[in-house]
């Protein structure tokens, strides 16, 4: 019995990278241990996304109350901020229309809230047909619990739950690969 497992694959020019509201005043409410563990796999991403010629888009949740997107993945992610109001960024129109002019099937999340407006933004995608790989060294939450939570609920709407790594070697496919100097220095000094 042949199972289609093409939802698993990933290709540098069908994909995107999402990053999803990792902004100011969200910071203090997390585990600064695991925020700093978070951070770095999400800078990992974009720097890598540079390399891959991935395009990157944040969303920021209402900035006037939540701030900017932090500074450290300010000048990575400047290329498209897309500001919201509703927690899934499928809810903002301006969003799904970047995303259609993108033309790009496969998404990459990563960002916080894990269990809120990461978890939203996933459904949103999955029922607009996307191929949604959420990346859970990539993302937060305040608790372990909504975590956890976030991610099962995400892998049986039908995402791909992964990690940082497995999805850049997904993206090279190769050692032949022209990034993949770039991208294995990036993982030896991760």
Excluded: W
Excluded at 50 to 59: D, G, Q, R
Aim: aromatic share 6%; proline share 4%.
């Amino acid at each position: 019995m042949n199972q289609d497992i093409s939802r698993f694959s990933l290709e540098k020019d069908k994909t995107v990278l999402l990053v999803v509201d990792v902004q100011e005043r969200l910071i203090p409410t997390m585990s600064e241990m695991v925020y700093q563990k978070t951070l770095k796999n999400i800078q990992f991403l974009v720097e890598a996304a540079e390399h891959l010629k991935v395009p990157v888009v944040a969303t920021e949740q209402y900035p006037k109350g939540l701030g900017p997107t932090v500074s450290e993945l300010t000048e990575a992610c400047k290329s498209k901020v897309i500001e919201k109001v509703s927690f899934g960024c499928c809810g903002e129109p301006s969003f799904l229309d970047y995303m259609t002019d993108l033309d790009r099937p496969q998404v990459i999340v990563a960002g916080m809230e894990a269990h809120v407006c990461v978890y939203q933004t996933v459904l949103g995608l999955l029922e607009g047909g996307y191929s949604v790989h959420l990346v859970r060294d990539a993302i937060i939450s305040r608790s372990k619990l909504d975590y956890q939570n976030a991610l099962e609920l995400a892998a049986q709407a039908g995402a791909t739950v992964t990690t940082a790594e497995t999805v850049l070697f997904q993206l090279m496919g190769t050692s032949a690969a022209p990034e993949f100097k770039a991208i294995s220095n990036l993982i030896k000094n991760r």
